[in-house]
């Protein structure tokens, strides 16, 4: 019984080892130094994009803002389809998923994991898989706090 034992104990000895070889060591200071970096380069470029608008193409600041969001989303979708804004992911972790590109990117990659099952059941049932919390609890929050408003404009408070 105790050699049992310490055959058991000896495997999850090995096993632990074998564990703590395996698992990558990160470094936490690099990781967020690297996600600022990338989120810091997504906003510049918008901001880039807000000022050549606004500046250069006379648009005003709502106009100009809706080409910045159509023009990041778009960039980031064909950086998804040449399997390129999956490599800045790997490199700046959520300094690349945060922001509007991060989640361009989620319903791009799964339009093109299904694209396979077709138009209907593959790109058009799946698109959504991944954006659609998001969307429903980003409807739902905004309803929510839009009550919340009119109750407060209501009695006065606001």
């Known amino acids: 019984m105790d050699e049992q034992k310490k055959q058991e104990e000896q495997k999850k000895q090995e096993y ?16 967020m130094a690297k996600a600022f970096l990338v989120g810091g380069i997504i906003c510049m470029i918008g901001q880039a ?17 809706s080409w910045c969001s159509m023009l990041l989303v778009l960039t980031s979708a064909v950086l998804t389809g040449f399997n390129l804004y ?30 396979k099952e077709g138009q209907v059941y593959g790109i ?26 009119w109750i407060g404009k209501m009695a006065g408070v606001l």
């Open 124 to 149: 058009g049932c799946k698109i959504f898989t991944i954006a659609g919390p998001v969307i429903l609890y980003g409807i739902f929050t905004s309803w929510v706090l839009g009550v919340i408003y």
């Open 86 to 115: 999956q490599r800045l992911v790997k490199f700046g972790g959520a300094g690349a998923l945060v922001p509007i590109t991060g989640f361009a990117n989620s319903v791009a990659s799964t339009a093109i994991e299904y694209q």
């Open 16 to 31: 632990a080892e074998y564990v703590k070889e395996v698992t990558p060591k990160n470094n936490l200071f690099l990781q």
């Open 49 to 65: 994009i807000l000022n050549t608008a606004q500046q250069k193409y006379g648009l005003d600041k709502d106009t100009a803002g």
